[in-house]
């Protein structure tokens, strides 16, 4: 009786000692894959515009990525969009205050912002935005900052060098690259390798 007793106090011992060893293998595993996938936070491109002019109240501001007090972007004559306090947001166009230096891209519920930015407008109507890192399904772009824009069937490659496909284009020059959204279309239109353009192939 004292054999079998002890036994079981042994197994005890055991069981709960392979607990603990899977216990600080597994999860020490798993924060480090957490932590290895943490990157820009995902943001879907509904909408591309210029912006005619903007109206902002008198406390309007983003902060850490979130407005305080409102603004109005007006687009035209007919369109106004309202951004609210609290709405996750961005603006890295400089005079944003004058008249159609820059274009908004907003995810849009209805005509509720769920987030936006305000980026500087090029030459053609044109936004120049990170590298694509990933085509997803349903003619979508991942970009190297989380934006997640629709792609044009018909992709201009611009490079030294010519590549049989976005694919490849993405693979061999995506980090050096830059994507071209042209806004008229509010689809990604361009991509380009390199400032100099002594090749240009389609896909």
């Known amino acids: 009786m004292r054999q ?3 036994w079981r106090v042994w197994g005890a011992f055991i069981a709960l000692a392979v607990l603990a060893v899977s216990l ?17 936070p995902l943001r879907t491109v509904q909408f591309v515009s210029l912006v ?12 850490g990525g979130v407005v305080t007090g409102s603004a109005e972007f007006i687009l035209d004559g007919q369109r106004t969009m309202h951004v609210y306090q609290g709405t996750p947001g961005e603006i890295t166009c400089a005079d944003y205050t004058a008249i159609g230096r820059c274009v908004v891209l907003a995810d849009l519920l209805g005509d509720a912002v769920v987030w936006f ?23 979508i772009a991942q970009l190297a900052n989380g934006w997640l ?30 994507t071209i959204i042209d806004v008229s279309t509010q689809q990604i239109t361009q991509v380009k390798c390199s400032p100099s353009v002594t090749a240009t192939t389609t896909t």
């Open 149 to 178: 824009v629709p792609h044009a069937n018909v992709i201009d490659r611009s490079c030294d060098a010519e590549t049989d496909s976005l694919t490849e284009f993405i693979r061999d020059y995506g980090p050096q690259s830059t």
């Open 117 to 139: 930015t305000l980026v500087p407008v090029e030459t053609g109507l044109k936004v120049v935005a990170p590298p694509i890192v990933a085509l997803l399904d349903g003619g």
């Open 24 to 40: 600080k293998v597994v999860l020490p595993a798993g924060a480090r894959s957490d932590t290895q996938n943490i990157g820009p």
């Open 4 to 6: 079998f007793f002890s």
């Open 52 to 63: 005619y002019s903007v109206k902002t109240s008198n406390t309007f501001a983003v902060n």
